[in-house]
Structures are given as structure tokens and as C-alpha cells.
């Protein structure tokens, strides 16, 4: 005869028997890399010794801009990145995972309507915590302001870490959408991926997080050389914990 499903909803045992066999949840060990960033930054020492007209010195300007493209950069990778390494030259070179390459349980293409999202958000939500992060592209939130404006409320700025928040309640959890400014193009300009922040971690190499190592250049040039380094990578635990969704294809 044709059987449904089999739920395994507790043990029974009988009286005065033994101890139950012990079973215990085998770990899947999953692995990624540390990738060294460098951001050199220089300049004369004509030239850093020269007033402009602007309130700070050139070379000040120059190495606050370098040190937000070096986290952009890092924050690109950590979306983007494909995790990788190559050997054939003097020393390997090794390339962290992002978090794009790494989710396949929860990816959804032509997420289009309100009924759709809520789809996929019960995907979403079918693991980890019941309060989780959007980082969606302009498209995405725009598609979201237009069918759930009665959904959303906007948490206030000053305690977001100067980011524009909004949340959106769903019976499924708590969503909390931001506008990442680097889902953009053809292809990621339509792209939103909702993440459990308790299953991400920042890893750095011991001594290698984020350092502005001074006076970099060589000996007896008449300028000065900084860079900012950084040897990281992401970590990610159970990535059935997050999904990724797209309003066109993925």
C-alpha cells in the first residue's frame, strides 16, 4: 500500500531497558581563505608640505579616500568573491569565498510580485533566526516599497550605524532591508540576497586585520608611502540559513 510521509516525532522504550544507543550530529567541516588586500597611497614631500585651500592636506585627503576604497573593496569581494588559489608563482596567492558563490539551497530567479517574495521569504526563514537582513539592489527595493508601503517602517538612522533601515514584518520573520550600493549592472542590478548575520564572521590572519603601514617607500626616495593591509576572509556557517532571490534571472 502507498505510504506518506514518516515523521519521527520522539522515541518509545520499554521498562527497566538500557541506555539508547548514542548518535551524535556529525560537523561538515567547510573551508575558505584568507586574501591579502593591499591600497598603496603616496605622495611627494613637496607636495604634502604644500598648503592647499582645502581644510586638510592633500596627502590626508588622499589617504582617507584609499582607506574607503580599501574596504570597498574587501566588502566587494566578500559579495562577489570565488574562493581560489594560485600556485605557480613565488608565493601562493589565495582568494576568500563571497557569499553569492556559496548559496545554492535558497536561489530564486523572477521574484516578481507580493506573492512571490512571500514565497521565497518562508524559504528564507526556513532556518536560523527569525530576524535576518536584505541587502537588495535599487530595483529590488523599490519593487518592495511598491506593494508593501503599509509593511514597512524606517528605523531610525542614528542607531543603524548611519545606514537607512527599513523593516518589513512578514509572517514569516523579520526583515530587515538596506540598499547596497554595489548590487548594481545588467545582471546584479536586479539581485537581493537576505543573510542571517549570526551565521557570517569576519576572520582575519593573526597581526593582519586592517593596518595603515607608514613610510613604505624605498630608502632615499623624497616622498612618503603608505598602504593600507589586510589579510581576511569571510566566514559562513549553514548557508541554508540565507538565499538569494533576483526580479529577472539569476
Not at 72 to 100: A, M, Q, W, Y
Not at 112 to 125: A, I, P, V
Not at 223 to 250: F, K, N, P, W
Request: proline share 2%; aromatic share 10%; hydrophobic share 35%.
Amino acid at each position: 500500500s502507498a505510504v506518506g510521509d514518516v515523521w519521527l516525532i520522539g522515541n518509545a522504550n520499554e521498562e527497566g531497558a538500557g541506555l539508547r544507543d548514542i548518535k551524535s550530529t556529525t560537523i561538515a567541516e567547510v573551508s575558505n581563505y584568507c586574501q591579502i588586500f593591499r591600497t598603496p597611497v603616496g605622495i611627494t614631500e613637496t607636495a604634502r608640505n604644500t598648503q592647499g585651500w582645502v581644510k586638510e592636506n592633500d596627502f590626508d585627503y588622499q589617504r582617507r579616500k584609499k582607506g574607503i576604497e580599501h574596504y570597498v573593496d574587501i566588502e566587494r569581494t566578500f559579495i562577489f568573491g570565488k574562493k581560489g588559489i594560485i600556485t605557480s608563482g613565488t608565493h601562493p596567492k589565495r582568494f576568500t569565498s563571497g557569499i553569492l558563490g556559496r548559496i545554492a539551497t535558497y536561489a530564486t530567479a523572477n521574484v516578481d510580485t507580493e506573492s512571490e517574495f512571500d514565497s521565497w521569504l518562508e524559504s528564507l526563514f526556513a532556518h536560523g533566526n527569525t530576524e535576518k537582513y536584505l541587502f537588495a539592489s535599487a530595483s529590488v527595493v523599490s519593487m518592495i516599497n511598491g506593494w508593501a508601503k503599509g509593511k514597512l517602517q524606517v528605523v531610525n538612522p542614528t542607531k543603524a550605524y548611519g545606514l537607512r533601515i527599513v523593516t518589513y514584518d512578514s509572517p514569516h520573520g523579520t526583515l530587515h532591508i538596506i540598499k547596497h550600493p554595489l548590487l548594481i549592472g545588467t545582471t546584479y542590478g536586479n539581485y537581493a540576497v537576505g543573510l542571517d548575520m549570526e551565521a557570517l564572521t569576519y576572520r582575519y590572519l593573526t597581526n593582519r586585520d586592517t593596518k595603515l603601514m607608514t613610510n613604505r617607500q624605498n630608502p632615499g626616495e623624497d616622498s612618503q608611502v603608505d598602504e593600507y593591509l589586510t589579510e581576511c576572509g569571510l566566514q559562513m556557517e549553514q548557508e541554508q540559513r540565507h538565499a538569494i532571490m533576483s526580479v529577472g534571472a539569476l
